[in-house]
Each structure stands twice: as structure tokens, then as C-alpha cells.
């Protein structure tokens, strides 16, 4: 697939499972980022040519909500497509999200199966 | 829906789920009482329409377990991922249980989760609040989910 993708969860746990779970998928990804919140996704999302982004939305200091305003404002950035992955998605939550941009959400419990049905078409 | 049927349905999901170990629940009862003993707890706070504290107590033992079938390795001893493993466990519970509380968990806030371990150490309950528990089996060992509501919904 020759392609990168930028995990932001603030529990490396969480990290390694949707990393696992990626490939659980059959979604084979060149190479796996992470960042332990916003701010580093952002940086990361600098310094990287990524293709998509799965963040965490719960996350101190810049949480998921707060990150996809700030990628918002990054002409460099702000086209990189973002599929939330929480526990939070309460309609309320998840519409802000795509309101800001989030081009899907995935609720934590979830199957490899559900990560794939979400992300294989904005691949 | 009763609390302890939350706890079990929240529980029974995220196990079959992501865990993929049978957790068997018993019956439910008042919070275990401490002091905790060679255990790891995971806990996340609620604020808003409804407040409250999801908590995770298990052996250590269990929590090795746990962990170990979350990443889909061995764990050989109580460590940062296994507290990482478990305070995530008690984010997912706290996320599903705050689903079945209000609409959709509408104007409920989770805090970010947090996870202790050690030989022996206690956790205050919260004032006011209606508690219960649910103890759970695993082929490795114990645990019990507990949820404390200030102001229960439904």
C-alpha cells in the first residue's frame, strides 16, 4: 500500500492494540506514527508525509477536538483525513468532531472488522 | 437497566470484544471495602448531568492477564503498560456505562482515566453515592467492576 499512518492515542496500550488491530485488517500500512496527544500529532503531522490520522478525542493536554482545529488552520496539514477512535462518541461529541473536519468515528470497544469498514474507504 | 446490569453488559461487551477471555459474572453486591491487596485498580471520574466513579479492581494475577490478551503478548510482572493496560480498560467501561446512563451519554464528562497498584493500598468511596459492584471470574483470577452515581439517571 506504501502508505503512513499517525496513531494519537494518550495510552500507549491503546496505541499498540490499534496498531495491532491495523493489521489485523489487512490494512498494511509502509509505517505506523504515534503521538501521545495533539500537540505531538501535530508535529509529527509536520515533519511526516501521512495519509491518514486515527486519534483519540480524551487526551490532556491537546486533546482530539482541540487537534483537529488546530490541523484545521494548517494549509500543509488541514487535507489529511482524520477518523476519530474513542470511547466518547456521544452524538454530541462525534458531530462536533465532523463538524471540524473528522471524516469518520470509531467507538472504543471495537473489532479489526469495524476499523477496516471505516478506514478502507478513505484509503 | 439496573447499574449491576450495566456493569455486566458493559463488562461482557468489551471482554468478547477486544480481550477475547470469558470474564463469568457473580452476584452483585456492595463495593469491596479494602484495603486492596497485590492488585491493580483502573478508575475514571464522571461530572456533568451525572456524576460518579467507574473503578476496576483486579488481582494481580488478573490484571497480568488482561493486559496480556489486550497487546496479544506474555506479562510477566506489574508494570506502566499493564497500569496503562487497565486505566484504559476502566475508560472503555466508563465510555459504554455513560451510553446507557443518558441519551447517548449527553452532558456527561469523562475524566482521563488512572490506574494504581501495590501490596496493599485503599480507595475512598464518594459521598452520597449509590454503589454497586459486580465480581467477575477469569480463568486467571478475579476482578470487580464498581460504579458509584451521585445523581443516577433511568
Request: net charge negative.
Amino acid at each position: 500500500m506504501g502508505k503512513k499512518v499517525l496513531i494519537v492515542d494518550d495510552s500507549n496500550t491503546m496505541r499498540k492494540i490499534v496498531s495491532r488491530s491495523l493489521r489485523q485488517a489487512g490494512l498494511d500500512f509502509d509505517e505506523i506514527l504515534e503521538a501521545g496527544d495533539g500537540q505531538e500529532g501535530l508535529a509529527v503531522l509536520g515533519a511526516n508525509q501521512v495519509d491518514l490520522v486515527l486519534s483519540d478525542i480524551n487526551m490532556p493536554n491537546m486533546g482530539g477536538l482541540d487537534f483537529l482545529r488546530a490541523k484545521a488552520q494548517d494549509d500543509a496539514i488541514k487535507g489529511i483525513p482524520v477518523v476519530m477512535i474513542s470511547t466518547e462518541t456521544g452524538s454530541d461529541i462525534i458531530g462536533e468532531a465532523m463538524s471540524l473536519g473528522a471524516k469518520g468515528a470509531i467507538k472504543k470497544p471495537f473489532t479489526p472488522e469495524a476499523i477496516n469498514e471505516t478506514i478502507a474507504p478513505l484509503l | 437497566m439496573s447499574m449491576a446490569e450495566q456493569i455486566i453488559t458493559a463488562t461482557e461487551e468489551i471482554f468478547s470484544t477486544m480481550i477475547m477471555l470469558e470474564a463469568t459474572p457473580g452476584e452483585p453486591g456492595a463495593p469491596p471495602k479494602g484495603p486492596f491487596r497485590n492488585s491493580v485498580t483502573g478508575m475514571v471520574g464522571m461530572a456533568g448531568q451525572v456524576r460518579g466513579l467507574l473503578a476496576i479492581h483486579l488481582t494481580e494475577e488478573a490484571a497480568k492477564s488482561v493486559t496480556g490478551s489486550f497487546l496479544g503478548m506474555d506479562v510477566a510482572e506489574i508494570d506502566d503498560d499493564v497500569r496503562d493496560a487497565i486505566g484504559e480498560l476502566a475508560n472503555m467501561l466508563a465510555g459504554s456505562i455513560k451510553m446507557m446512563l443518558t441519551d447517548n451519554g449527553k452532558d456527561i464528562k469523562l475524566s482521563i482515566p488512572s490506574a494504581i497498584s501495590g501490596a496493599e493500598y485503599t480507595i475512598d468511596n464518594l459521598a452520597e453515592a449509590e454503589s454497586t459492584s459486580v465480581p467477575f471470574t477469569l480463568p486467571a483470577g478475579t476482578f470487580t467492576v464498581e460504579l458509584q452515581l451521585e445523581h443516577p439517571a433511568g
